[in-house]
Nanobody
Framework: QVQLVESGGGMVQPGGSLRLSCAAS????????MGWYRQAPGKERELVAR???????NYADSVKGRFTISRDNAKNTVYLQMNSLKPEDTAVYYC????????WGQGTQVTVSS
């Protein structure tokens, strides 16, 4: 029923940009908060950015000023624009829906390396 599909990951050089997309189905997208999390090897999964149904956003300190989360309710899609990427941003990025117990996407790999 609930499905979150991420896309847009890949490899980029330091200082480059990527835009991740998360297409959602099976949720009342316009009323649900959405988030992006990431997990690097051997580390805990951490919140990167969150956007509420009214557009209110919050970010991890490590990405403030570089990443922007947005949503297009007409397309049931949430985005993460990532600029000025650093090697420390390398991780699997997961989309998350704040509905019920919560739902996760499968993740998309982002690798920042020269």
């Amino acid at each position: 029923q609930v499905q979150l599909v991420e896309s847009g990951g890949g490899m980029v050089q330091p200082g480059g940009s990527l835009r991740l997309s998360c297409a959602a189905s099976g949720i009342i997208f316009r009323t649900d908060a959405m988030g992006w999390y990431r997990q690097a090897p051997g580390k805990e999964r951490e919140l990167v950015a969150r956007i509420a149904s009214d557009g209110n956003t919050n970010y991890a300190d490590s990405v403030k000023g570089r990443f922007t989360i947005s949503r297009d309710n007409a397309k049931n899609t949430v985005y993460l624009q990532m600029n000025s990427l650093k090697p420390e941003d390398t991780a699997v990025y997961y989309c998350y829906a704040y509905r019920g117990w919560g739902y996760w996407g499968q993740g998309t790999q982002v690798t920042v390396s020269s």
